[in-house]
């Protein structure tokens, strides 16, 4: 039977106050009693508000959901400023979702700030941060590039554009998630995650995590013993992905419990469940099957309430365009595997029989310089290396036979042959393509008032143009509507849904090969079924 884990890391603070660790990183708890009745509890949250970057004149809000009995009380502030002014600033609590909300009418500059929610009942409080990112208008940042703005004044717009152009971040700024990952990264990925998270002053930073890991030790110690080999989450060749650590318990009866971004989930010993966990000996092996895009997150393990290792799963939108096809060789000759990819890699995983392959006097695994076209050559093949060979490319997988010809040429009966290396010459590929859909759009319902967000994966090269239409109508210069297209991933955001935005939304895809086009529906009060359809 799945227990729940214990929700908070309890720790004396000071006088009649307990801190305690939230499940959904980033919240601080404080409890005020030393015990809590039965049915009562401290506020948490459970849906924490995340951090925005808003185009200047847009609406900005921020959305919570909140527990706690007695229900508590919320309150919302920011840190460099107050939110008295009722025109700008209001506060909501819908009844129906139990989101607390607070919104920010007609976003400036001087809005991008930090801004914290706290919840708040007789037993205790809970907070947490968010930070709001503005970013200027066109006609500002032309006048930046053609000199109107003076040194001073630039200095100026730095301050209040809060981390789009900042030099540095406070500590209350960074993503929790970003200390999350460095507690349990090697030293090679620091600077890596550095950069992903907006992090510049590399002295600070690792004098931060020193003290955290110090931190971090004295709260392993009450229940390990020991703890090392940390690798992180991988896909295998069998369309699994799986992590590992070497861990021994003080006490092996202590619970050992799985999250995913904050939420926790349950595994089990086989793989009747979506996520294993397989110990033998020290060694623990999570492994999560038939990989999904949504099953990309944060992954951590805890003993009882004291994380003990993080690691993200990032999983990139990419398929073979060419897979691996079988190759047939004779011993002693050389065999060559060849894939193209649909987004360029900087390297994939090669796997024969089961295990992954390493560039050396045996395997030699190269990539052409646009990051399409990846390679393995098997040299001086022998009968021991006939099997299936497998590339992986983020969650999919080509596999192809490697078959070796005995040499029956009688005269060389109980000789040794002399090495023949035959080196196939690369055949040029023709990687243009019509565009289509990788992923299609998605179903949505969204009530009056909330915001929407839409997004799909498209392929193609040359790289598409993208237009986006409501009921055949182009949105694309429609400032009501924040539309991006990253790496063939195209999102469009409504940020407060109206009962004008109903309809048909469709995504075009067009270049000189072609024209696709993936269609859905959008309904604001939920009433009609919907219905997708690509082409």
């Not at 000759?333 to 360029?344: G, K, M, T």
């Amino acid at each position: 039977m799945w227990r729940k884990a214990k929700v908070m890391d309890q720790t004396a603070a000071g006088q009649g106050t307990i801190k305690k660790k939230s499940r959904v990183p980033g919240v601080m708890i404080t409890q005020f009693v030393e015990e809590i009745p039965e049915g009562k509890s401290t506020p948490d949250f459970t849906r924490k508000p995340i951090a925005m970057t808003i185009q200047e004149g847009k609406l900005a809000f921020f959305k919570a959901v909140i527990t706690g009995h007695p229900t508590p009380d919320v309150t919302w502030k920011r840190a460099k400023g107050d939110l008295l002014d009722p025109e700008k600033f209001r506060t909501k609590y819908d009844q129906k979702t139990g989101e607390y909300s607070l919104e920010i009418m007609t976003v400036r500059g001087e809005d991008a700030d930090t801004y914290k929610c706290f919840a708040l009942n007789e037993f205790g409080k809970a907070v947490c941060t968010a930070t709001l990112n503005v970013i200027e208008g066109k006609r500002k940042r032309q006048e930046y590039l053609c000199g109107v703005y003076n040194p001073a004044e630039f200095r100026k717009m730095l301050r209040t554009r809060a981390g789009v152009e900042k030099c540095e971040k406070k500590e209350e700024t960074i993503d929790a998630k970003f200390w999350e990952l460095l507690l349990s990264a090697d030293r090679k990925d620091y600077e890596r995650l550095c950069a992903e998270y907006g992090v510049t002053d590399f002295r600070w930073m690792l004098k931060k995590l020193n003290e955290m890991k110090k931190k971090k030790e004295e709260e392993q110690a009450k229940y390990i013993d020991y703890i090392s080999n940390l690798k992180h989450i991988e896909v295998k060749g069998d369309g699994t992905a799986s992590f590992e650590l070497d861990l021994v318990l003080k006490d092996p009866s202590s619970r050992i419990f799985l999250y995913k971004d904050g939420d926790m989930i349950p595994f089990s010993e086989d793989m009747e469940m979506k996520h294993q966990l397989k110990q033998v000996g020290k060694k623990l092996v999570f492994t999560i099957k038939d990989l999904l895009p949504e099953d990309a997150g944060v992954y951590q393990v805890d003993v009882e309430d004291v994380n003990v290792f993080s690691t993200e799963f990032k999983i990139p939108t990419v398929d073979f365009l060419v897979k691996i096809k079988e190759v047939k060789a004779k011993e002693r000759e050389d065999a060559l595997f060849e894939c193209v990819l649909s987004h360029p890699l900087p390297m994939i995983i090669w796997i024969g029989k089961n295990s992954v392959l390493e560039a050396g006097e045996k395997y030699e695994i190269s990539v052409s310089e646009d990051k399409l076209v990846h390679r393995l050559l098997v040299r001086d093949c022998m009968q021991l290396d006939r099997g299936i060979y497998t590339a992986v490319a983020g969650i999919r997988s080509s596999s192809a036979w490697l078959v070796v010809d005995a040499d029956t040429d009688p005269r060389m009966n109980g000789k040794k042959k002399v090495r023949k290396t035959t080196m196939p010459v690369y055949k040029a590929h023709d990687l243009r393509r019509a565009p289509s859909f990788l992923v299609p759009l998605k179903t949505h319902t969204a009530p009056p008032g909330y915001e929407c967000y839409m997004s799909c994966a498209v392929g193609g090269n040359p790289a598409p143009r993208i237009t986006w239409l409501r009921n055949n109508v182009s949105l694309n210069a429609d400032a009501n509507y924040y539309i991006s297209n990253t790496c063939g991933v195209c999102s469009l955001l409504i940020l407060r849904v109206g009962p004008h935005d109903t309809g048909e939304y469709t995504v075009m895809a067009e270049n000189r090969l072609g024209r696709a086009h993936c269609s859905t529906w959008l309904t604001i009060t939920g009433n009609i079924g919907l219905d997708t359809a690509c082409h």
